[in-house]
């Protein structure tokens, strides 16, 4: 009776070992399922916010062949097209090793492998794919300021030194800090780093999505180009005063500035790099920064010149989600409406700064990239929810004029290398009949047929 009564303890003390190990291998496999599904999630997300950064080349396209005149809008349109091209391949076989690589000295990427070793399912390679539409962005904000004048290969060349170069260098410096392991769960962890990434990241500096990193970059790269090109003919009268040369479709214009609106929604909330809650303030606070400089930068130039302008509008919208850009994870919807509207108001003085020193900027790359960037930078430690600090506000300072200046200056030797070589203005002759027809025998409106002078006969 005993034994029986020992044998039956035996086997009920089995079973409930054996349903404890069965729990607990379910609750871990529910466990690697729910990580599994939520990594899913994340890429998915990463994606369409690459996507949507993705038409962003439309709306800088149909922006600027907008603000261009019509015999010049199908070269711009051949730039915009082209230099993505070009970016991102750069991009992919110099840019990205430099700019996310493991850093040892603070200052560029040394230890990425060659991005091919990663196997096929690895999710480094969303990763790199929403990366790639930054530098395309940082591209082809500087194909605007130079239109209507800059040589086809002239600019391309520049466009690579930029996407291979320039910019993931000074990436690293603010984004480095990712390097030591590239965004958990996004693939490649270096363990060697004697730095934990870029010198900037490591004093703190904040950077969220790129008012400094894509925007005051590509802003200090058009500033270089304007001056060391000039001016489109007629476009200063001898004694330096400005006058009109109007684009050949403003309408063209609102389109390009709304679906770069939209495509910010994807730019800032997809550098959360997950599908989370704190999405919908990032791209909340994007729309109302947005709203608030296209209404500052309008105000602002009605009080100026007396009348209300669209291009102060729409280049106000695009200067408030330049200056918002950093710190659309650390501010109130309230700063962020402060920011915008001085972002709109900063835009509309740097471009009348920009005109008193005879400085041709198509379509406002430098005010708004620039101009507002900067200010958006400096304005995180400013707004920043937890509360202000004098060394953050320092280290926003040091940082955004750091990165711009080192962008102006590479940018502004390089523009010079490529003149004295291949050459980056056009003669007035072809600027003059257009560079549709000069440089790719084409035009973008074949009905209308333009003199040598390049005016309608």
Same mark, same amino acid.
């Given at each position: 009776?005993?034994?029986?009564?020992?044998?039956?303890?035996?086997?009920?003390?089995?079973?409930?070992?054996?349903?404890?190990?069965?729990?607990?291998? #379910? +609750?871990?496999?529910?466990? !690697?399922?729910?990580?599994?599904?939520?990594?899913?999630?994340?890429?998915?997300? %990463?994606?369409?916010?690459?996507?949507?950064?993705?038409?962003?080349?439309?709306?800088?396209?149909?922006?600027?062949?907008?603000? /261009?005149?019509?015999?010049?809008?199908?070269?711009?349109?051949?730039?915009?097209?082209?230099? =993505?091209?070009?970016? #991102?391949?750069?991009?992919?076989?110099?840019?990205? *090793?430099?700019?996310?690589?493991?850093?040892?000295? &603070?200052?560029?990427?040394?230890?990425?492998?060659?991005?091919?070793?990663?196997?096929?399912?690895?999710?480094?390679?969303?990763?790199?794919?929403?990366?790639?539409?930054?530098?395309?962005?940082?591209?082809? =904000?500087?194909?605007? /300021?130079? /239109?209507?004048?800059?040589?086809?290969?002239?600019?391309?060349?520049?466009?690579?030194?930029?996407?291979?170069? =320039?910019?993931?260098?000074?990436?690293?410096?603010?984004?480095?800090?990712?390097?030591?392991?590239?965004?958990?769960?996004?693939?490649? #962890?270096?363990?060697?780093?004697?730095?934990?990434?870029?010198?900037?990241?490591?004093?703190?500096?904040?950077? $969220?999505?790129?008012?400094? %990193?894509?925007?005051? #970059?590509?802003?200090?790269?058009?500033?270089?180009?304007?001056?060391?090109?000039?001016?489109?003919?007629?476009?200063?009268?001898?004694?330096?005063?400005?006058?009109?040369?109007?684009?050949?479709?403003?309408?063209?214009?609102?389109?390009?500035?709304?679906?770069?609106?939209?495509?910010?929604?994807?730019?800032? *909330?997809?550098?959360?790099?997950?599908?989370?809650?704190?999405?919908?303030?990032?791209?909340?606070?994007?729309?109302? +920064? *947005?709203?608030? &400089?296209?209404?500052?930068?309008?105000?602002?130039?009605?009080?100026?010149?007396?009348?209300?302008?669209?291009?102060?509008?729409?280049?106000?919208?695009?200067?408030?989600?330049?200056?918002?850009?950093?710190?659309?994870?650390?501010?109130?919807?309230?700063? +962020?409406?402060?920011?915008?509207?001085?972002?709109?108001?900063?835009?509309?003085?740097?471009?009348?700064?920009?005109?008193?020193?005879?400085?041709?900027?198509? %379509?406002?790359?430098?005010?708004?990239?620039?101009? /507002?960037?900067?200010?958006?930078?400096?304005?995180?430690?400013?707004?920043?929810?937890?509360?202000?600090?004098?060394?953050?506000?320092?280290?926003?300072?040091?940082?955004?004029?750091?990165?711009?200046?080192? +962008?102006?200056?590479?940018?502004?030797?390089? $523009?010079?290398?490529?003149?004295?070589?291949?050459?980056?203005?056009? !003669?007035?002759?072809?600027?003059?009949?257009?560079?549709?027809?000069?440089?790719?025998?084409?035009?973008?409106?074949?009905?209308?047929?333009?003199?040598?002078?390049?005016?309608?006969?």
């Amino acid at each position: 009776m005993i034994m029986r009564y020992l044998l039956i303890m035996l086997m009920m003390s089995s079973a409930a070992i054996a349903q404890e190990a069965t729990a607990e291998a #379910v +609750a871990q496999v529910s466990e !690697s399922a729910a990580d599994s599904i939520t990594l899913d999630m994340n890429l998915l997300f %990463v994606f369409v916010c690459a996507g949507m950064v993705f038409l962003m080349q439309a709306g800088f396209c149909l922006l600027e062949l907008g603000y /261009a005149r019509s015999k010049s809008c199908l070269n711009v349109v051949m730039k915009n097209a082209t230099d =993505i091209c070009v970016a #991102v391949i750069l991009y992919f076989v110099i840019g990205f *090793g430099i700019m996310f690589g493991a850093s040892k000295t &603070g200052w560029f990427g040394t230890e990425l492998p060659w991005i091919s070793d990663f196997s096929v399912d690895s999710p480094i390679w969303m990763f790199l794919l929403f990366q790639s539409m930054f530098v395309g962005t940082a591209a082809t =904000i500087v194909s605007g /300021a130079l /239109a209507e004048r800059a040589k086809f290969m002239g600019y391309l060349v520049f466009s690579a030194v930029l996407s291979g170069l =320039i910019y993931p260098i000074s990436g690293h410096w603010a984004w480095g800090n990712l390097s030591g392991g590239l965004v958990e769960g996004f693939g490649y #962890v270096a363990e060697s780093s004697e730095s934990s990434g870029g010198w900037l990241a490591d004093m703190g500096f904040i950077d $969220f999505a790129g008012s400094t %990193v894509v925007h005051a #970059v590509g802003g200090a790269a058009a500033l270089a180009g304007i001056i060391v090109i000039g001016a489109r003919k007629g476009r200063f009268a001898e004694d330096g005063t400005p006058k009109l040369v109007s684009g050949h479709n403003k309408p063209l214009v609102a389109l390009g500035t709304l679906i770069l609106w939209f495509g910010w929604f994807g730019f800032n *909330g997809g550098s959360a790099l997950e599908i989370n809650a704190s999405v919908g303030r990032i791209t909340f606070n994007t729309l109302l +920064a *947005g709203c608030a &400089g296209g209404l500052s930068g309008m105000i602002c130039y009605w009080g100026i010149q007396g009348r209300p302008s669209p291009s102060a509008l729409l280049n106000g919208i695009l200067a408030g989600c330049a200056a918002i850009t950093a710190g659309c994870a650390n501010v109130t919807p309230i700063s +962020a409406v402060l920011i915008g509207l001085i972002g709109g108001i900063v835009a509309i003085f740097v471009e009348l700064l920009l005109l008193k020193a005879k400085l041709d900027d198509v %379509v406002g790359a430098v005010p708004v990239h620039l101009g /507002a960037g900067v200010w958006g930078t400096i304005a995180v430690a400013i707004f920043h929810e937890g509360g202000f600090s004098y060394n953050q506000l320092w280290v926003q300072t040091l940082g955004t004029f750091i990165i711009s200046a080192y +962008a102006f200056g590479v940018s502004f030797l390089t $523009f010079k290398l490529i003149g004295m070589t291949i050459g980056i203005r056009t !003669s007035e002759d072809e600027e003059a009949i257009g560079l549709d027809f000069a440089e790719h025998a084409s035009s973008a409106y074949p009905e209308f047929s333009t003199n040598v002078a390049g005016e309608l006969d």
